[in-house]
């Protein structure tokens, strides 16, 4: 508890976090005693294998889903023991999530999209809500798509829409689980251009994925396995991913002759 | 599409309810009217309710009531005026183009004030008629068209039991009674010749008198019950052997009936309500099915389980409420429809608009629940798997 109060600036303070699930008879223990401190403006690539507990640790972090045992705290509050509604009211506040799967409202705008967290607000610290989503999705420079619903939008558009969303309510942290699972290379690059950039603007990043390459546009690196931290060391040799894009499309271009 | 038809179920239910409300509500308006068609203030003296032995023999045992009563009655009366005996017979009126069978009703002439029933053609018969016993007869609307289709019966002849009465006027329509007997299909004689010619006997079935006020009926039925029991020289332990009713007991009785029939149809009605209500439950049911990566999303952004509730719950009762309206132009419009094509009157209480967009909310949040709630508490982890 001490130690807390000394580093009330990191965003993340996980302390010996396990969890356990019951499944009938079986106790699976996804998480067994993990600690992590994530101090803000870092960029961390979380990696492991299926089943090495990192969706777990996501979940958890994410305020989705709470410790068996452990404590954690979110920008020096401590979070393990709130209930439903207190986390919902955090993951609105401190927390942006980026999904594999875009998880956009279909038959709903972009800049409806990216407005939605604002609308669950309770602080009331928002003014113009509309405006807020605008600036947002200028930020990811899509603001010309505004309009378009999530199906009229390529994949790697619907992902920007998506970190815009994550980024509205100027979160601690931003959360994203494989952002880049479900795109092709090119659009992958373009992406984690993208994290880099806000990155560079100061927002903090975990960014859950199972490719090596893109660990390599992050920070620093930590690995599970079996529900364990068995790596936590900075990149060596970070990539930039604007040059990484600028090579791919020197290669499309290429490719047909 | 698939809303359209859940909201078909409600839409049904509530044109339901309104629909019978309105012909329930259109009935007892009816009713009213012709109990007040009957005249306003109207007492009718009945003979009967001997009692033998302690045993009520019930209405009209005995027909005691006399000409001598009547008389009575209008020269004491003081809360009420106008007083007619009513002597009742059938027989075969020949006359105009054929023959045909109504109630003859030998009356005073005080009937006529008595009914509130103007003529449309000719006069009624007067004093001197009664006195003189003269063959005079006024038709009923229903009479004068059967017998004389398209010409003025007035001064015309009509045989009642093979002696000619002489007509002298026409009343005019005043549709049916509260048990749907045609008022109209009568004919009325000075009720001295009606017992001379007709009927033979000096006894009448009736006498009915007039209030001088609303306010003045209860008094007026204790005076003609003191003068009656007087006439008939009853002992203070004998009990009445005639009956004295006014229209709003008359009223009464067939409203009653009236409201437990709407009460009944409209039952009837709130059920197929019920069934729309199960069909919104079952719709939103598969609705929290198929959105539940929708919830996910909402829940991850942020949402409480209370703002999906309320989600959820509004989409459930706007579906309701739009159908309950739907459902309250359809009844009012079939309500109309049916009001024109069977000739019944509807009418529709303004409460029964509340009411029904009250209802169809209330269905909507009744049925909406379960659904609503299961959809609030999803946890996001599962809710953001599915697919």
Redesign the interface.
Known sequence: MSDAAATPQAVIRIERVTKIYHTGQTRVRALRGVDLTVEPGEMIALMGASGSGKSTLLNIIGCLDTPTSGSYWLDGRRVDQLDRNQLADLRNRKLGFVFQGFNLLSRTSALENVELPLLYDRSGRHGDTRALASQALQRVGLDDRRDHEPNELSGGQQQRVAIARALVTQPSLVLADEPTGNLDSAASAEIMALFQNLNDQGITLVVVTHDPDVAQYAKRLIELRDGRVIRDQPVSQRHRATQDRRELRDTETLLPV | MRTLLTMLGIVIGVAAVILTVAVGYGAQARIREQVLSLGTNLLVITAGAATQAGVSLGAQTFNRLTVADADKLSREGTTFSGVSPVTMTRAQIVGGVGNWRAPINGVSTAYQTIREWPMTAGTFFGDDDLRARRKVAVLGKTVADNLFPGVDPVGQEVRLRNEPFTIVGVLSAKGQTAGGADQDDVILVPYTTAQARLSGTTFIGQIIASATSAADIPAAQEEIRAILRESHRLTADELDDFTVRNQSDLAQAAQSTTQVMSALLAAIASISLVVGGIGIMNIMLVSVTERT??I????????????VLTQFLAESVAMSLLGGLFGLALGFVGAALLGRLTGWSTATPPGAVAVAVAFSAAVGVFFGWYPARKAARLD??EA?RHD
């Open positions: 990566r929708e996910g999303i909402r829940l991850a952004v942020g949402a409480r389980g209370s703002d996001p982890i953001l």
